[in-house]
């Protein structure tokens, strides 16, 4: 903006006035001028177009209307333009790993405002303020940010600055990934119970990152029953998986196997968009415990069967419900009655029972056992002892084939020792003619006769032979429809009296119970034994069924379910070496459903249950379930009919079982149960109901819930009447039998009980003690047991005897000790005492605490001494007469209490003894030892213990009184302690003893009497000094101060080797000691470089006395240098292929011989002959390593051990040479991105070897693609190339390469070990593939449709993700979504039922890629509006409406809704509320209707049904679908001006002037323009219009008649003719 002064009035009438002005403006760095502008004379002009930041000139020249005169220039002025203000900049999210986010950064156009200090900065929101986290280059395209929390949300936006404005990028909210969590550690599982596994973990450690573990995921799947082998195991189940919430860190895993294994997974799961991720998962095998098998054995069978045994075998239960190792199998078999005859638990499979009943039914079952228990008993098998054949009774029956065989007859009488051939009756050839043999194929049994006695048959018993000798045995013969000829006719088979052997009885209508007998010798076909037999059956007619079989062992029935109903079934018993063919036919039998068969009841001795089963009833159709009811008939216990109660029935209830259970009953109560079986129709489906069938239970007895509570009626000395009350009969719960009672009396010495039963409600109980307290026990007995038992406590009355009252003082204590109490009294005096009789004894009665302990008889004696008593206890005496009076044997009443406090006992001797402290000999400190006495019987009252020391005056306490362990209660032998006195007098006698003292006691210990002697101290200032001499030292010390005048005799100087400093341990070996009169002494021969401890004691005169504590110096002696020689060894630095590592033992620590051990290390570069010296270094340590040595160098090292005193022996030499692979990797490896790959520069390593090198190789590898977040490290083929660069073409776009370039080697030609890498990033290029799109269906709505899309693979993203672009003919151009994670898009504003295209593609850093795209179309919605709606006005004065469809949507139309609502006529100014909107329906495919129609549907008979001329009609139209009506069209249609309809009334003449009124507003139809009138009379007709609605017709005749008519007329034109009206024209 440029200003100036405005023209002044002065300056407008100057010569030339000034009249303009002209503006010129130069650029003043470029020199470059604009054109002049002319401006008026106002003050100021806006100069537009220049350049931001630019220095300009600024000349304004006045102009005048006459051009030729130029007018100086009134200003120049300079000025610069400021900067552009920048626009937002676009920075957006590329990518964002765990801990970092990539920008994109698109450069802005234009770029007017990068001018003077021009910035760009990173932000990031903080606490709801923006801070600056650095500056990055302007030019810059991406930026990154580092070191940031996973699972953390951050915000950042970019700041542009220039010199003077600034501006900011939209904010970018970025939240970073998640980082895969670490394993739970610690996981463990433990197992609680059987089925269930307690599994535990430690959560893994998250604390660098804000990600959660939002769950854990619990996988586990048995690995198998640890009961089973490999090839029985249970197909694999399926995983199972439990989610824990985040700080659970404990599961139990229940209904598992039992003992089995699981194998268990833990994995953390950290939340993410959408979902979760996994971390590592820990697996773990956990086993569940052993339980009790949860299944029965298998298949029990008979498997043998005699007159008294039984044998069963049965298989385990299946591996997989054993639930543990079994240890055995515990079997019970009973009788009918229910009586165990016999149980046990065996080890193996199978059992022999014997010692049975003949010909008796037994059930049997069996249970597996585990250690956890016993498993549940398999269904009873019922079976029955029974003998098997003909047999000799006691002997041994014919054996055939392996087996025993019964067989009858007379023995052949043909000598010994000859064949026999037998030929049963039955398999002789019936065709006596026959020339074969008498017999079929295979029927023949060789055998040889014994030698012993014959075995007679039924005529007498006689000896059975042995076995004898078989020479032939019979094959097997095959199953039922064989044809093999070699099964001979003596197999075994029954006789084809199929009644005989086999029956089959109907259980219900799909269950039969088959039996047979026995196979028998004599009765049936063939030759024995039978050893089991095998049960076939399959349904007839239906051969594609297979046979079922079933091995029974030895049993002779069994009961099949479920069969079919109406069926034909057919049914073998095959032997397992025979086979019985005789198949028996039958049909299940269905008709109408029968009531239930075979109802019964029972109570299983549970109370309050009761039991209901039966049968399935016979009928056609299968029964659905069981209605039952059931309700209380009345209680056993009440018998009169008072005590019944009303039937009131419970239920109905279902079930589908045939048993039920009926639980919470009253006790001995009668219950009808009532059972209705229900079954559909099969031909409408309905329920049909059976026939009722009814049954009576009992439940079972229980006893009383109470006993009566018993009453004392009568009490005497010696017997009472107790009496009580019956219960009612609803406390009985069984039938009454009796009551029990029990009556306990005792007193001071004696006690008695009395037991008994009654029927009765009391009882008299005699024989009882006068004046005793009792107690009463009563209980009720019924047939269900005994109620609880209810007691009361009472005395019996005083009876006639001896009672002395006057008893207060009678008893005297004579003595007492700590055991004994003497008593005495005075005898019973009939003057002064009461009752009557003598003396039989006086009783003296112990008592302590309230209870009685003893009882004394003593006769006639009057006194007692009572013994066995505790010390200082208070004890009570008491004392009553027992007396021989009318009642022989009472006692009187008992004396008042006498108490007595034994004493305490006479405490042991005491011991007393000297305990020296350590290096102490009885100076002025002394510790004692008292040993106080364990026995409790003196330690009572008054108790004291002191120690007592013997002085001038005698004995004397010394110190306070003594209070330690003694004072316990606990017995013990002794307890010791310990007492110290000090400040003796030195070289005195001392005595001392200890007092125990009670409250009628005292006891002393033996004196304890010892001598102090002096004492002498420590010598003073001991020194230890090494000399110059190795192995010497030199100790020197002052003398002691003398104590008490004791006389000091010498030293004894005592020396210890105490270590060695080079070995670092201290060890204190004695060497040797010394005595000396001198402080001084001089140790020579010690060990060079030693320590060693001096020590230095005085003796006194005579040795005695107590000797100081020993007064210690350390000593180093002189040492020398290092002995011994080294071996070193050398070997290949691990770390580094150029450096040599020389190693060697440590000298022995005791060859140091001096401080500073350290090592001199030689390294020689050997060249021939020649030995170079490398370099040389002093370890500390016992390695050298040599670094930076020259590939394909010899070496030779040595070493020499050193310290402070010097160097010792030069070891051994040793050679080393360092391989060729050694050299040294290329150096300054730099890659340049090409269009066409990327260059590699290197440049060789000079200084590192002596080797020559042939060539280079480049080994790359691609690591990953830098689009995709997972690593690839694809090897690629390796490069050879003899230069120092290479071009590497062919490259992956914008993906990470990894190269290495190592040496080719002319000695090996192998490529060095040392390898230098570089990592580039290959040039990116637009995506190359498309996203696969495809319209949500799902999703789609009429006003919007959403597409969604995969993701291109990250490998054909080929650059940094910038944005996705989309495209469709639902919008404008080209629409960016900068989201990289999003996968969808929803087009809002669509038109319904109407197909669009979508197209989308990624754009990156360089451009975008090729289009992906989809088809959708919206669904169905309301109709559009829009229809241009029009109306027509035709010749006819008819109103025609038309429309098409709606422009808005193409959705289908199936009807037209239209409506006309009168708005406005010519006669109303408002419409009246009784004019509605017209509506009608039209069906879809009309677009045209006549306005007087829609009118006419309404029929408001206010309105008629016409149209109203000149009126305005609102016309609305909308359609309508199955969705709904659309919004409506509006139309104002105007109708037509008509004729009018009526015509003008009132006509009236006044002087020649005849006048009308107004047509009626309703019949005008229009504006009535004019009024035509017709006069005639007087011999004329005139015709004529008037405007007016009067008229004054010239020439009218007075007193002339005349008739006169009128009608109006609109534009439309004239309506009817008004009735003629006649007057006469007055004079």
């Known amino acids: 903006m440029v200003t100036w002064d405005a023209l002044d009035e002065k300056a407008r009438q100057r010569n030339p006035?000034?009249?303009?002005?002209?503006?010129?403006?130069?650029?003043?760095?470029?020199?470059?001028?604009?054109?002049?502008?002319?401006?008026?004379?106002?003050?100021?002009?806006?100069?537009?177009?220049?350049?931001?930041?630019?220095?300009?000139?600024?000349?304004?020249?006045?102009?005048?209307?006459?051009v030729t005169e130029v007018i100086s220039p009134l200003?120049?002025?300079?000025?610069?333009?400021?900067?552009?203000?920048?626009?937002?900049?676009?920075?957006?999210?590329?990518?964002?790993?765990?801990?970092?986010?990539?920008?994109?950064?698109?450069?802005?156009?234009?770029?007017?405002?990068?001018?003077?200090?021009?910035?760009?900065?990173?932000?990031?929101?903080?606490?709801?303020?923006?801070?600056?986290?650095?500056?990055?280059?302007?030019?810059?395209?991406?930026?990154?940010?580092d070191g940031l929390t996973p699972c953390s949300s951050y915000s950042y936006r970019l700041k542009l600055s220039n010199l003077h404005e600034t501006t900011h990028s939209d904010a970018q909210d970025?939240?970073?990934?998640?980082?895969?969590?670490?394993?739970?550690?610690?996981?463990?599982?433990?197992?609680?119970?059987?089925?269930?596994?307690?599994?535990?973990?430690?959560?893994?450690?998250?604390?660098?990152?804000?990600?959660?573990?939002?769950?854990?995921?619990?996988?586990?799947?048995?690995?198998?029953?640890?009961?089973?082998?490999?090839?029985?195991?249970?197909?694999d189940e399926a995983h199972q998986v439990v989610y824990t919430e985040r700080d659970i860190t404990s599961i139990p895993l229940v209904w598992l196997e039992h003992y089995a294994e699981y194998n268990i997974s833990i994995t953390p799961l950290v939340a993410v968009p959408g979902g979760s991720t996994a971390g590592e998962a820990v697996s773990l095998i956990g086993s569940t415990s052993t339980a009790a098998p949860s299944e029965a054995p298998r298949e029990v069978i008979l498997k043998g069967v005699a007159k008294t045994q039984l044998t069963f075998q049965w298989r385990p239960p299946p591996c997989t419900a054993q639930n543990g190792v079994i240890t055995g199998y515990s079997y019970v078999i009973a009788d009918n009655s229910g009586e165990m005859s016999n149980s046990g638990t065996v080890d193996t499979t199978s059992v022999k029972i014997s010692d049975l009943d003949q010909d008796t039914e037994y059930t049997f079952k069996v249970a597996a056992v585990t250690s956890a228990g016993i498993g549940p008993y398999s269904s009873p098998v019922k079976e029955t002892t029974r003998s098997r054949g003909n047999e000799c009774s006691g002997k041994h029956p014919l054996q055939v084939g392996g087996r025993l065989s019964s067989l009858t007859g007379d023995t052949p009488s043909w000598g010994s020792g000859q064949p026999i051939f037998i030929v049963p009756h039955h398999l002789r050839s019936r065709n006596r003619r026959h020339t074969g043999p008498p017999f079929r194929p295979g029927g023949i049994i060789k055998i040889k006769r014994s030698t012993q006695s014959p075995c007679s048959g039924s005529s007498g018993a006689a000896n059975c032979p042995t076995p004898p000798e078989i020479t032939e045995s019979l094959g097997v013969c095959p199953l039922a429809g064989s044809t093999d000829e070699n099964c001979g006719a003596a197999y075994p088979r029954f006789s084809y009296d199929r009644e005989d052997v086999m029956s089959i009885v109907r259980l219900g209508r799909t269950e039969v119970r088959v039996t047979w007998r026995d196979w028998s010798l004599t009765k049936d076909r063939g030759v024995g034994p039978v050893t089991g037999y095998l049960l076939r059956y399959r349904r007839r007619h239906r051969l594609i069924e297979p046979v079922i079989e079933i091995p029974k062992g030895m049993s002779l029935y069994h009961e099949l379910f479920n069969l079919t109903a109406n069926a034909d079934y057919e049914f073998e018993v095959v032997a397992l070496k025979g086979m019985m063919g005789l198949p028996a036919r039958f049909r299940t039998r269905c008709g109408e459903l029968d009531p239930v068969p075979n109802l019964a009841v029972t109570n299983n001795g549970e109370y309050g249950t009761l039991v209901v089963s039966w049968d399935t009833p016979i009928g056609v159709c299968t029964v659905q379930y069981y209605e039952y009811v059931?309700?209380?008939?009345?209680?056993?216990?009440?018998?009169?009919?008072?005590?019944?109660?009303?039937?009131?029935?419970r239920g109905p209830s279902n079930t589908t079982e045939n048993i039920i259970t009926l639980t919470y009953l009253g006790d001995y109560t009668e219950y009808n149960i009532s059972i209705i079986p229900v079954t559909l129709d099969p031909k409408d489906g309905y329920l049909l109901y059976g026939e009722e069938r009814s049954i009576v239970g009992t439940t079972s007895e229980n006893a009383p819930t109470r006993t009566p509570t018993p009453t004392l009626t009568t009490t005497k000395p010696t017997s009472v009447v107790v009496s009580w009350s019956n219960l009612s009969c609803w406390e009985m719960a069984g039938e009454f039998t009796m009551y029990s009672y029990i009556l306990r009396q005792s007193w001071e010495y004696d006690g008695l009980e009395i037991k008994g039963t009654t029927t009765e409600n009391s009882v008299e109980i005699k024989g009882l003690i006068a004046y005793a307290e009792f107690t009463f026990e009563l209980q009720i007995h019924s047939t269900g047991g005994a109620a609880p038992v209810s007691i009361i406590n009472g005395r019996t009355e005083p009876s006639t005897g001896i009672f002395p009252w006057n008893l207060a003082a009678i008893l005297v204590t004579e003595n007492v000790t700590s055991s004994t109490v003497a008593l005495s009294w005075r005898a019973w005096d009939p003057e002064i005492d009461n009752g009557t009789g003598t003396v039989q004894s006086y009783i003296i009665r112990v008592s302590q605490d309230d209870m009685v302990i003893d009882i004394i008889d003593a006769g006639l004696n009057l006194s007692v001494t009572v013994d066995g008593l505790d010390f200082d206890k208070m004890y009570d005496f008491r004392l009553f007469?027992?007396?021989?009076?009318?009642?022989?044997?009472?006692?009187?009443?008992?004396?008042?209490?006498?108490?007595?406090?034994?004493?305490?006992?006479?405490?042991?001797?005491?011991?007393?003894?000297?305990?020296?402290?350590?290096?102490?000999?009885?100076?002025n400190k002394v510790i004692l030892k008292l040993q106080i006495p364990g026995e409790a019987g003196w330690r009572c009252r008054n108790l004291a213990a002191h120690l007592q020391k013997e002085g001038d005056g005698g004995w004397t306490n010394d110190g306070e009184q003594l209070v330690n362990n003694y004072m316990k209660d606990t017995e013990t032998d002794y307890y010791e302690d310990f007492v110290q006195r000090e400040d003796l007098v030195p070289c005195s006698e001392v005595a001392y003893r200890v007092q125990l003292v009670n409250d009628h006691h005292t006891v002393y210990s033996e004196p304890l009497r010892f001598t102090t002697l002096g004492k002498l101290s420590n010598v003073r200032n001991l020194t230890v000094t090494e000399t110059e001499e190795p192995g010497e030292l030199f100790v020197d010390w002052e003398v002691p101060e003398v104590i008490n005048n004791c006389p000091m005799r010498s030293y004894i100087v005592e020396y210890n080797l105490f270590g060695t400093p080079a070995c670092q341990r201290n060890i204190k070996q004695y060497i040797d000691s010394i005595i000396v009169n001198e402080t001084q002494a001089r140790i020579p021969d010690l060990e060079p470089f030693r320590h060693y401890t001096i020590e230095v004691t005085p003796i006194l005169t005579g040795y005695a006395g107590n000797v100081p504590e020993k007064v210690y110096g350390l000593g180093l002696t002189r040492g020398h240098e290092p002995i011994g020689i080294l071996n070193p060894v050398v070997g290949i630095n691990a770390s580094s292929i150029r450096e040599l590592k020389f190693s060697w033992r440590e000298l022995p620590c005791e060859t140091h011989n001096g401080p500073n051990?350290?090592?001199?290390?030689?390294?020689?570069?050997?060249?021939?002959?020649?030995?170079?010296?490398?370099?040389?270094?002093?370890?500390?340590?016992?390695?050298c390593i040599f670094e930076n040595?020259?590939?394909?160098?010899?070496?030779?090292?040595?070493?020499?051990?050193?310290?402070?005193?010097?160097?010792?022996n030069v070891s051994h030499e040793v050679t080393a040479r360092i391989s060729a692979t050694a050299l040294g990797p290329v150096e300054n490896i730099s890659t340049v991105v090409l269009p066409e790959g990327v260059a590699v520069r290197w440049e060789r390593d000079e200084v590192s070897g002596l080797c020559p090198v042939a060539g280079y190789k480049l080994n790359y590898m691609l690591q990953r693609q830098q689009a995709c977040r997972y690593c690839i490290d694809e090897v690629q083929r390796p490069l050879y190339t003899n230069g120092t660069s290479y071009l590497i073409e062919n490259l992956t776009a914008f993906s990470t390469y990894k190269i290495n370039i190592s040496v080719q080697l002319d000695e090996q030609g192998s490529v060095g070990l040392v390898l230098r890498e570089k990592i580039f990033t290959s040039k990116s290029t637009a995506p190359t593939e498309a996203p696969v799109v495809r319209a949500d269906t799902s999703l789609s709505k009429s006003q919007s449709l959403t597409f969604k899309w995969n993701p291109i693979n990250c490998t054909a993203l080929n650059g940094i993700f910038k944005q996705y672009t989309f495209k469709s003919n639902g919008t404008k151009g080209e629409i960016g979504i900068s989201n990289r994670r999003r996968r969808s898009r929803t087009l809002p504003n669509l038109i319904p039922c109407t197909t669009y295209q979508f197209q989308i593609r990624v754009v990156n850093s360089i451009g975008g890629g090729p289009f992906g795209s989809a088809f959708g179309t919206t669904a169905i919605g309301k109709p559009g509006r829009d229809f241009s709606l029009s109306s027509e006005t035709r010749d006819d004065k008819t109103v025609i409406l038309h429309w098409q469809r709606s422009a808005q949507n193409p959705c289908p139309i199936d009807h037209y809704v239209i409506g006309a609502l009168l708005t406005d006529d010519l006669c109303e100014e408002v419409i009246p509320r009784g004019h509605e909107r017209e509506e009608m329906t039209l069906a879809g495919t009309l677009t045209s209707i006549r306005l007087e129609e829609i009118l006419m549907n309404g029929n408001d008979p206010k309105d008629g049904n016409n149209l109203k001329a000149r009126s305005i009609y609102q016309v609305t139209l909308r359609a309508r679908n199955s969705i709904g009506d659309g919004e409506e069209d509006f139309l104002e249609v105007k109708t037509p001006e008509l004729a009018p309809s009526g015509s003008p009334g009132a006509i009236a003449q006044v002087m020649g002037t005849i006048s009308w009124s107004e047509v009626p507003c309703k019949e005008r139809n229009g504006v009535i323009v004019d009024y035509e009138f017709a006069l005639s009379g007087d011999g004329i007709v005139r015709t004529d219009v008037s405007t007016r609605k009067e008229v004054t017709p010239p020439g009218l005749m007075a007193g002339s008649t005349y008739s006169f008519k009128v009608r109006a007329g609109t534009s439309a034109g004239y309506g009817p003719w008004s009735e003629e009206v006649h007057f006469q024209v007055n004079e």
Not at 635 to 647: H, I, L, Q, S, Y
Not at 1160 to 1181: F, K, P, W
Request: contains cysteine; proline residues 9%; negative net charge.
């Open 881 to 923: 007469i027992v007396a021989r009076g009318p009642v022989p044997g009472v006692r009187g009443l008992i004396s008042d209490p006498h108490f007595v406090r034994t004493h305490c006992a006479v405490p042991s001797r005491p011991g007393l003894e000297l305990k020296l402290l350590p290096k102490t000999e009885l100076l």
């Open 1157 to 1183: 051990l350290t090592y001199l290390c030689e390294l020689y570069l050997t060249n021939g002959q020649r030995h170079i010296l490398e370099d040389s270094m002093v370890a500390d340590s016992e390695t």
């Open 75 to 145: 200003r120049i002025q300079t000025m610069r333009t400021l900067c552009g203000v920048p626009s937002t900049p676009s920075f957006l999210e590329s990518s964002t790993p765990s801990r970092s986010v990539t920008f994109d950064i698109i450069p802005l156009t234009p770029d007017d405002w990068q001018c003077s200090d021009l910035t760009t900065t990173l932000q990031v929101l903080n606490d709801y303020v923006w801070e600056d986290i650095r500056p990055i280059e302007n030019s810059a395209t991406s930026v990154v940010v």
């Open 630 to 649: 059931y309700g209380e008939l009345s209680m056993k216990a009440c018998p009169d009919e008072g005590c019944k109660r009303p039937f009131s029935p």
């Open 17 to 66: 006035p000034i009249t303009w002005y002209a503006l010129n403006i130069r650029e003043v760095d470029s020199g470059e001028s604009f054109p002049s502008v002319p401006v008026s004379s106002g003050a100021f002009h806006r100069a537009r177009g220049l350049t931001p930041d630019t220095l300009y000139q600024f000349q304004l020249v006045p102009m005048s209307e006459d």
């Open 174 to 235: 970025i939240t970073t990934d998640e980082e895969v969590p670490g394993e739970v550690t610690s996981a463990s599982s433990e197992s609680t119970s059987p089925q269930t596994l307690n599994v535990s973990w430690t959560p893994p450690d998250m604390s660098d990152t804000a990600c959660e573990v939002v769950s854990y995921r619990i996988q586990y799947f048995l690995v198998g029953h640890m009961s089973c082998p490999l090839d029985e195991q249970p197909a």
């Open 1189 to 1208: 040595l020259k590939a394909c160098g010899n070496y030779s090292f040595r070493v020499t051990p050193g310290n402070d005193y010097g160097l010792g």
